[in-house]
């Protein structure tokens, strides 16, 4: 199975003001990630303290990540990096010394 670095970063722009109003956005989505998570999709998750912004850490297809990615947009913008095991690094390494 595919894994992938997603980066996040919130729109600023769309968080409300009010604490409130922006914890119960911040409230769905966490429960949404809890979702993923129990459905495998999404393998761990973080915030940057003191930020708006994070990462996600996925395993699946390209199209179970973006289905699941789509979730979020507008609120947040995502940098998403297909991810090579240690395995599959050594692997590359073996061929460039052949």
Known sequence: MARFLALWEADDARLPGDPKARGAGY????????EEMKKGVIKDWGAFVGTTH???VYEGTEVEVSNSLQHFIPF???KVYPVASVDQAEEMTKALLK
Not at 27 to 34: Q, S
């Open 54 to 56: 994070g990462f996600i």
């Open 76 to 78: 947040y913008s995502f």
């Open 27 to 34: 409230e769905e989505a966490l429960k949404f990630i809890r």
